[in-house]
């Protein structure tokens, strides 16, 4: 069928006004997909509401229509989010700090290895990253009033979810932990930068970590290989090949 232009099309607010605009069966098949995720990765279950998991965090459903670099349209994307600002420190988080790799460190290592012949650079991002980590705290949700939740039934949230204050900084500790695993080590410059090798002497791998997105400079492409197979097998990557643009 004929999809109108999206080109200016407004991200909506909530479902409802999601369901009133011509895009409506592009939202709900991106509505049924992330709750497809949710389910698959067992990111949270229905459970009995008992006074003493007060207070509940609220959630929230957010549109957004994904782009290309060029501008054209890629994706209509929903997200089931965590009304974080609702979360108490010390009941339903401790700690939240997470590092972020330097864009200087990223230039620096473009400006080092993109021009060597023997080395590729290598682009992937992680699909549904913060839907991954095992969440430490109890965390109890309510349901959005659309959901179709027996009465006095709430979510308990065994993973973490966006939106959540402890989200990120629980999330790199798990691909920290993957990509040590696989015998690379932490950066003490960087803490987001990983390295397998000498890039001095012999084959090497260096993997930079920027929230979900994960840059690879390598002069082995087995090196790589064999960290782009354990990811992809932990949490689904969308292999974005060779580098040619990043922002």
Known sequence: PHVPSADFAPDPKSMSEAMKSPFRQE?????????????????????DYEPWMAPLVDSKLVFKIKRNTDGSLDKFKVRWVARGF????????????????SLTLVRMLLSI????????VFQA??????????LKEDI???????????????????????????????????IKATIEALDYRQSEYDAC????????????SILVIYVDDILCFSNSQSLWKIAFD??????????????????
Not at 238 to 247: F, S
């Open 140 to 174: 109890f949700m309510k349901p959005m009033p659309f959901m179709d939740l027996p009465h006095g039934k709430v979510f308990k949230l065994l993973k973490t979810i966006y939106g959540l204050k402890q989200l990120s900084m629980e999330w790199f500790e798990d």
């Open 125 to 134: 991002d992680v699909k549904t990253a913060f839907l991954h980590p095992l």
């Open 230 to 247: 354990v990811m992809e097998k932990k949490y689904g990557l969308d292999d974005r090949g060779e580098l040619n643009d990043y922002r």
């Open 27 to 47: 939202w709900t098949k991106a509505h049924d997909t992330e709750i497809s995720s949710m389910k698959d990765l067992g990111v949270m279950c229905a459970v």
């Open 86 to 101: 609702s979360e108490i420190q010390g009941r339903h988080y401790h700690e939240t700090y997470s590092p972020v790799v």
């Open 113 to 120: 290895f993109a021009a060597r012949p023997d080395v590729k």
């Open 193 to 204: 930068m990983f390295l397998s090798g000498d890039p001095n002497d012999g084959d090497f």
